[in-house]
């Protein structure tokens, strides 16, 4: 493959999968509002399992394709040595296969059948095996690992994987019973259950192809044969089964029998799957993973810790509550209500959650308790400044209120003096009331100075306390 194909091709798959990474960081990130932090937590791991699931179809669509799809074994092969790509062991191992490199096959299989790993990935182990020793023509080798495949299956019935009823292991099983019209059965079922959709399917009927021509050549249709080993030389030059159809064919031409693998093919037990390089590359993608994750989930128990914290502050200032004393007749000039009736009902204009609770004392007066939210809601629907406040477009030409909240004084025309203290009463002089009866003021004493004064002679044109 091309130096230019190759960085290309590996371009095209950093940059899907940074796409796909800012589409989930989209996703996530405002979904922070949206949850609490566990089930935000819970939401971010969900998702990033789809993830996952894209970046491997994105490497199967770049990468692998290379194998699969354009059946080019050696560029696939020098593709997945690129310094910028961390190749997974299938991809090794898929790489060794076909192109031919036994004993790199046979010591990755090995090594992974003796680890922990699941039955699954032990079967597949065993399967490349017996791919490997079939193309070898070590038939010895090949019963050996035909004795595996039934005990698995024996001890293990209810995998559905391994009861495959036209898999290569049929096709083996009446390969070494030499029933070659069985192979070639066991090859059209295969055909006829592929996916024409699949990713893989090309590279797998090449194969299925390859092991029909094999059952034909054994079985002495040398015609069909060579027909089939001269197209597969033809579709797939770079890949190992070009070249053991080319064996096939001169052993065709010359009327010989195809010999056996000359070479032993045995596991190494010194092989390592990676070099020195390489081990150093996955440790330190493994410890910058663990330090992401760390990282994560400190931030994670951090913000948790801050929610709760804020959501006890939030949950006392509701809990904590302030009982107010309001006399009879304040309640009725402030809420168009007796005592008596606000108690039955304890709604005002503005909210229906205007107080916890409100009662009567002996006295006659209300009661009422407001907890801090409360509270905030009676301070900010009577908003009183405590500075001097000009009107535009009005006739007053000032209100002034002292900083206890005790007096309200009004500046204007004479001519304007209905005005000003229908505008005083209405608002600023209820809201003193609230502020003084929040501020803890005692409700015997409580009492606003209502004052207006004329403007151009100073004098007082009205004066009264309230209430």
């Not at 090859?187 to 192809?209: M, V, Y």
Request: with cysteine; glycine share 2%; charged share 20%.
């Amino acid at each position: 493959m091309a130096l230019k194909s190759q960085k290309s091709i590996v371009r095209q798959y950093y940059f899907r999968c940074i796409l796909i990474l800012i589409c989930y960081m989209a996703i996530v990130v405002p979904c922070i509002q949206a949850f609490t932090i566990i089930w935000y937590l819970v939401f971010c791991t969900a998702l990033f399992f789809p993830v996952k699931f894209l970046i491997r179809i994105v490497a199967n669509k770049t990468i692998a394709s290379v194998l699969f799809t354009k059946l080019d074994a050696i560029g696939f092969q020098e593709l997945i040595k690129d310094k910028n790509l961390l190749p997974s062991l299938e991809y090794l191992i898929n790489a060794a296969v076909f192109t031919g490199d036994y004993q790199t096959t046979v010591n990755i299989a090995t090594a992974q059948m003796q680890k922990k790993s699941s039955l699954r990935d032990k079967y597949l182990c065993l399967s490349v095996l017996a791919l490997t020793y079939f193309e070898l023509r070590d038939f010895g080798k090949l019963q050996i690992l035909l004795t595996k495949y039934d005990d698995y299956k024996e001890n293990y019935s209810s995998k559905s994987f391994l009861n495959l009823s036209n898999s290569l292991w049929s096709y083996y099983r009446y390969f070494l019973e030499q029933n070659y019209e069985a192979c070639k059965i066991v090859c059209k079922e295969r055909n006829l259950g592929f996916s024409h959709n699949a990713w893989d399917t090309k590279l797998r009927k090449l194969q299925n192809d390859f092991f029909y021509a094999i059952a034909c050549y054994e079985n002495g249709e040398f015609e069909e044969a060579k027909s089939l080993f001269e197209d597969i030389i033809s579709i797939a030059p770079n890949i190992n089964y070009a070249n053991l159809s080319k064996k096939y064919l001169m052993a065709i031409e010359q009327n010989q029998q195809i010999s056996s693998c000359d070479v032993n093919v045995l596991p190494d037990v010194t092989y390592q799957i990676y070099d020195i390089k390489t081990e150093k590359r996955i440790k330190k993608y493994k410890w910058l993973k663990r330090i992401g994750i760390a990282m994560i989930v400190v931030s994670s128990v951090v913000i948790c810790f801050l929610d709760v914290n804020n959501y006890s502050d939030s949950t006392n200032d509701i809990l904590m509550t302030s009982t107010y004393i309001m006399p009879q007749e304040a309640c009725t000039k402030l809420f168009k209500k007796t005592p008596q009736e606000f108690a039955k009902s304890p709604t005002v204009y503005w909210t229906d959650n205007f107080c916890i609770q409100a009662e009567i004392d002996k006295s006659g007066n209300l009661l009422i308790v407001l907890n801090k939210e409360q509270e905030d809601l009676w301070r900010s629907a009577f908003p009183v400044p405590t500075n001097v406040e000009k009107f535009q477009n009005l006739a007053l030409n000032g209100i002034y209120i002292s900083s206890d909240y005790s007096q309200v004084t009004v500046r204007c025309k004479k001519i304007d003096l209905d005005f000003a203290i229908d505008v005083t009463s209405r608002g600023y002089v209820f809201g003193c009331y609230i502020h003084q009866l929040l501020n803890g003021c005692d409700t015997t004493h409580l009492s606003i100075k209502n004052t207006v004064i004329d403007s151009e002679t100073n004098e007082v044109l009205y004066q009264t306390f309230w209430p």
